[in-house]
């Protein structure tokens, strides 16, 4: 089985997510990835964030859903976690992994959002049912 999980940075003031377009994949996502052995899903979610964009957090996630994502594999799941405590200590920098990250507001998320993305933020803000699968 592998596991993984995502990062659901909500910036609530300006009512915004933060979102990262890969470079080795199409479309914007939730920062995240693999956990490795030996890390807890709330430890590797820290790093991620911080490698992916410059994100501290602050406050504990509060894990919001767990999925099946059978287009991965038919072994991966990933946790999603909501993170509304949280600093950017700078503006991420593109790289060989992310070439693009910042904040979009909910209602003006960029083309190429993918659709696990836009399902995920249906289920944590307009209180949609919360799929199995990814």
């Known amino acids: 089985m592998t596991l993984g999980m995502r990062g659901v940075v909500y910036d609530a003031e300006n009512h915004a997510v ?9 479309g ?3 920062p ?4 490795e052995p030996g890390e807890s899903t709330e430890a590797a979610l820290s790093r991620e964030l911080v ?3 410059n994100i501290e957090i602050l406050e504990r996630p509060v894990l919001r859903s767990f ?4 287009m991965a594999s038919n072994r991966d799941h990933v946790a999603v976690y909501l993170i509304t405590g949280f600093r950017q200590t700078h503006p991420h920098v593109p790289d060989r992994e992310i070439a693009e990250a910042r904040f979009f507001p909910l209602d003006a998320l960029p083309d190429g959002t993918s659709d696990g993305t836009r ?3 249906a289920e944590i803000f307009d209180n949609a049912p919360v799929s199995d699968e990814w």
């Open 119 to 121: 399902r995920r933020i």
């Open 18 to 26: 933060f979102l990262v377009r890969h470079t080795y994949v199409k």
């Open 32 to 35: 995240g990835g693999g956990v």
């Open 28 to 30: 914007w996502h939730f």
């Open 51 to 53: 490698e992916e964009g």
């Open 67 to 70: 999925h099946f994502n059978r």
